[in-house]
């Protein structure tokens, strides 16, 4: 499958411990926000988004964390399984609706890897 | 539920041969539809995207073209294919303010 990850930073974690993947924003305006996970060879999987009214969401052994005064959004993986290496990509909304779509930006991705 | 498919999963093609990859998507009606290139070891880049049948938008400039003929279909084409075409293309399916969805992509090398 496509060699996803080739140059991008990595994590790397010790299976059972909390992981934090940090992203970057460039617009103030953005006001929607998606984490996706991508494994080797297929398309980003959605994990979990938050809105830019809200400045935590939790799912189910992960959680997003949005701070808009530094456009910074973080994602935390509870007790980290070899299941969830993969790359990670964070995705930006470009303030709200242009001509009935929405405009995502993604950053260059983070490679978790997740060692028994 | 809604599915997207993509196919060919993994396509070569030798420099000046035409090109096109098919993506379908089932459960939804009038999604928004989407065309991404990714290069090895990078983010995604936005290529096309539609709001409806026939209604096609452009991001950069390049050597590719897209179409929507049906509601849930959306094609990628090239005339003549380039050396720089080589790449992962992703087809991604949303509504306005929702997550993307994607398919599982088209590894696409050039000869």
């Known amino acids: 499958g496509e060699n996803v990850g080739l140059h991008l930073p990595t994590l790397s974690v010790q299976e059972g411990d909390n992981s934090i993947i940090n992203c970057a924003y460039s617009?103030?305006?953005?006001?929607?926000f998606i984490w996706y996970k991508q494994e080797s060879g297929k398309g980003p999987q959605f994990i979990i988004d938050?809105?830019?009214?809200?400045d935590k969401r939790q799912g189910q052994r992960v959680t997003v964390l949005l701070n808009k005064t530094v456009k910074h959004l973080s994602l935390q993986i509870a007790a980290t399984q070899p299941g969830d290496s993969a790359v990670y990509f964070c995705?930006?909304?470009?303030?709200?609706?242009?001509?009935?779509?929405?405009?995502?930006?993604f950053g260059a991705g983070t490679r978790l890897a997740v060692h028994p | 539920s809604q599915t997207i498919h993509q196919w060919p999963a993994t396509l070569v093609q030798p420099v000046g041969s035409p090109l096109s990859l098919e993506c379908t998507v089932e459960?939804?009606?009038?999604?928004?539809l989407y065309w991404y290139r990714q290069a090895a070891g990078r983010g995604l880049q936005l290529l096309f995207y539609?709001?409806?049948?026939?209604?096609i938008s452009s991001e950069v400039p390049q050597n590719l073209s897209a179409s929507r003929p049906q509601d849930r279909q959306f094609i990628l084409s090239s005339k003549k294919l380039l050396l720089s075409d080589s790449g992962f293309y992703l087809c991604?399916?949303?509504?306005?303010?929702?997550?993307?969805?994607f398919g599982d992509g088209t590894r696409l090398s050039i000869l």
């Open positions: 995705a930006e909304n470009l303030g709200g609706i242009s001509g009935g779509y929405n405009k995502l930006i």
């Open positions: 539609s709001v409806g049948i026939g209604q």
């Open positions: 459960g939804t009606s009038n999604p928004n």
């Open positions: 617009n103030s305006a953005s006001d929607y």
């Open positions: 938050i809105r830019s009214n809200m």
């Open positions: 991604a399916w949303g509504s306005p303010n929702q997550p993307q969805h």
